[in-house]
């Protein structure tokens, strides 16, 4: 089991930036797949982006080209640098985490979540 805290949510103006981190406990990044997912009030938890243990990306096709995922594997911290944010990015995003290679886009393909950190994007 890992241990996530997520970081760095607030209130930004549409256009805005943020960048989210979530710490880890423990040698994660050597073991794990890591993903960010979010949750809009009342709307089901959705995948937002993931990276395998060789630093592989993947992103949901309404952050393409938008939102960065990274990791800095010696902080064992996981990013999540989104750009040109929109109102409908407004969400609680959560970092999860499973130790395997290449972590899948569904909630129940992650062991471990962070609490969540809150975005809101006003327009």
């Known amino acids: 089991q890992v241990q996530l805290v997520e970081s760095g949510g607030g209130l930004v103006q549409a256009g805005g930036s943020l960048r989210l981190s979530c710490a880890t406990s423990g040698r994660t990044f050597s073991r794990y797949g890591m993903g960010w997912f979010r949750q809009a009030p009342g709307q089901e938890r959705e995948f937002v982006a993931s990276i395998s243990r060789f630093h592989i990306t993947h992103y949901a096709e309404s952050v393409e080209g938008r939102f960065t995922i990274a990791s800095n594997d010696a902080k064992n911290t996981l990013y999540l640098q989104m750009n040109r944010l929109k109102p409908e990015d407004t969400a609680d995003y959560y970092c999860?985490?499973?130790?395997?290679?290449?972590?899948?886009?569904?909630?129940?393909?992650?062991?471990?979540w962070g609490q969540g950190t809150q975005v809101t994007v006003s327009s």
């Open positions: 999860a985490a499973r130790p395997v290679a290449v972590p899948g886009v569904r909630t129940n393909d992650y062991d471990d």
